[in-house]
C-alpha cells in the first residue's frame, strides 16, 4: 500500500521555463511534507518542506504548493536550471512519529539546455 | 561540517552470502536511520535508532536483517543470509533530533550499493 505517491517517473523540462513536479498521498495522519533532491551516486539531499498548517512555502527558485483536501503537493521551479537535473522524492511524515518519513518512487528531472 | 559516512560504496556478493554495512552519522545527531531503496523505487525505512535504542523496526525483515548501534554513534547493518531480492541501494541518513521540522530533517549519506548474483 503505497501512501505517497508519485505518479510520473519522467519529467523533461526546458532550460528558462517551469518544472512541475506532483505528489499524492493518502495517509491523512500526514502532517509534514518533505522534497528531497537526489544525483547519481549520492544520497538524498533536502530541498523544501512544508507543514500542513501552510498551502505554501517558497524558497528561492522553489515553491511547493499542499492542497489538503485533496491530498496533493506539488513543487515548482522556476526558472528550470539544467543543474536541477536529478531525482526528486516527495516525503511524508506525521509531525509526533518520531520523524519517520515515507518516500514517493522519485521523477526524474531532466532540464535541456 | 563532515557528512554522514558509508561504506563500502559497493559490494558484490553471491546468495546466501553474509555482509555488513557501516555508518557514522553527523557528530552530535542523535537519531539515525537506514533505508533500503530498490532500483527506481523511493527509500524505504528499515530501522530507526534514537541514540543506541531503537525506535522502530517494523519493516526490518528480522530473519535475515540485524542493526547495532552500540555506543549511539556509528551503525551496522548486516544481512544474512543474503537473497536475489536484497539487491538495492542502502541509505544511512541522521537527524538532530526525534521531531520533524524545518531543518530538523534528515541527512543521507551516498549509500552502499549491494548486488546479489
Known amino acids: 500500500d503505497q501512501q505517497v505517491k508519485q505518479n510520473s517517473p519522467s519529467l523533461s523540462v526546458q532550460e528558462g521555463r517551469i518544472s512541475i513536479l506532483n505528489c499524492d498521498y493518502t495517509?491523512?495522519?500526514?502532517?509534514?511534507f518533505l522534497w528531497y533532491k537526489k544525483y547519481p551516486a549520492e544520497g538524498p539531499t533536502f530541498l523544501i518542506s512544508?507543514?500542513?498548517?501552510?498551502d505554501k512555502n517558497e524558497d528561492g527558485r522553489f515553491t511547493v504548493f499542499l492542497n489538503k483536501s485533496a491530498k496533493h503537493l506539488s513543487l515548482h521551479i522556476v526558472p528550470s536550471q539544467p543543474g536541477d537535473s536529478a531525482v526528486y522524492f516527495c516525503?511524508?511524515?506525521?509531525?509526533?512519529?518520531?520523524?519517520?518519513?515515507?518516500f514517493g518512487g522519485g521523477t526524474r528531472l531532466m532540464v535541456k539546455p | 561540517e563532515a557528512g554522514v559516512a558509508q561504506s563500502p560504496r559497493y559490494k558484490i556478493i553471491e546468495k546466501r552470502q553474509s555482509v555488513a554495512f557501516w555508518c557514522n552519522p553527523i557528530?552530535?545527531?542523535?537519531?539515525l536511520y537506514w533505508y533500503q531503496q530498490i532500483l527506481g523505487q523511493g527509500p524505504k525505512l528499515l530501522i530507526q535508532?534514537?541514540?543506541?535504542?531503537?525506535?522502530?523496526d517494523s519493516q526490518l525483515p528480522k530473519d535475515r536483517f540485524s542493526a547495532e548501534r552500540l555506543k549511539g554513534v556509528d551503525s551496522t547493518l548486516k544481512i544474512q543470509p543474503a537473497k536475489l531480492e536484497d539487491s538495492a541501494v542502502y541509505l544511512c541518513?541522521?537527524?538532530?533530533?526525534?521531531?520533524?521540522?524545518?531543518?530538523?530533517?534528515?541527512?543521507f549519506g551516498p549509500g552502499t550499493r549491494l548486488l546479489v548474483l
Open positions: 541518513a541522521s537527524s538532530p533530533s526525534l521531531r520533524v521540522r524545518d531543518q530538523e530533517t534528515q541527512y
Open positions: 495517509n491523512s495522519m500526514f502532517d509534514y
Open positions: 512544508i507543514s500542513s498548517i501552510k
Open positions: 516525503a511524508a511524515s506525521v509531525n509526533n512519529a518520531g520523524n519517520m518519513l515515507t
Open positions: 557528530s552530535g545527531h542523535a537519531t
Open positions: 535508532f534514537q541514540n543506541n535504542g531503537v525506535v522502530d
